[in-house]
């Protein structure tokens, strides 16, 4: 069964820092890797998948098949990005159901 | 935004009372899902659906039941109940091999 770990349950950075919300997944296949985000009492919303190499509102992912990682970066966070972050897999091979973290809450300090 | 709703938005219900939740789409996609958020543990996958009468548990299903009799139709029911089963119940709809959208939610309170 896979599994989705983030170990972050909030995230505290001051506005212009550096942010790093980790995630680490457990799966025997080859999955896909997501990141939602949830802002306040709206619905959740894709912010990168990790076959799209996109950079989103400036954040980045990179999968780390050998440490099974997605970490999501930003270089400056800014105020706007205080929401709730999900990350997620679905197993691939035509199955499409997505497995979630349990959310890191970040927090942008003015 | 893709076009799903769900209905009701809010609802109080008493204890051991039957309740259905509606999710409809106007995107034609394949599957269907339902999950719940709770504090603490992210969203759980309940059941979803891969096409008009198909339909399968997902991690937590026990309590809750769910029928697709039409493509643009997922609605979720509470065959009776609980306390434990207050909670933000999101639908979401996909393509095959496409992102995954989320309906509002709709906030249960069982009494």
């Known amino acids: 069964a896979q599994r989705v770990t983030q170990p972050e349950k909030l995230l505290s950075v001051f506005k212009g820092a550096p942010v790093e919300l980790k995630c680490n997944y457990s799966?025997?296949?080859?999955?896909?890797l997501f990141w939602y985000v949830q802002y306040s009492r709206q619905r959740l919303q894709l912010l990168l998948r990790h076959i799209s190499r996109e950079s989103i509102k400036g954040f980045t992912a990179d999968l780390n098949k050998g440490e099974t990682s997605f970490h999501l970066k930003k270089p400056f966070a800014q105020e706007e990005d205080s929401a709730m972050y999900y990350c997620a897999l679905t197993p691939g091979a035509g199955s499409y159901q997505l497995t979630f973290g349990k959310g890191t809450k970040l927090s942008v300090i003015p | 935004d893709a076009g799903i709703t769900q209905s009701p938005r809010h609802k109080v219900t008493e204890t051991g009372t039957p309740v259905t939740l509606r999710c409809h789409q106007t995107e034609n996609h394949r599957y269907m899902y339902w999950y719940r958020q709770d504090p603490g543990h992210g969203l759980r996958l309940i059941h979803y659906?891969?096409?008009?009468?198909?339909?399968d548990k997902g991690e937590v299903s026990d309590g809750y039941s769910v029928s697709r009799s039409k493509t643009e139709d997922f609605l979720l029911t509470l065959e009776s109940a609980t306390s434990s089963q207050t909670s933000v119940y999101f639908c979401a709809i996909s393509a095959e091999g496409t992102e995954a959208f989320f309906g509002q939610g709709t906030r249960l309170t069982v009494v």
């Open positions: 659906s891969y096409g008009v009468k198909d339909t």
């Open positions: 799966y025997s296949g080859s999955p896909e």
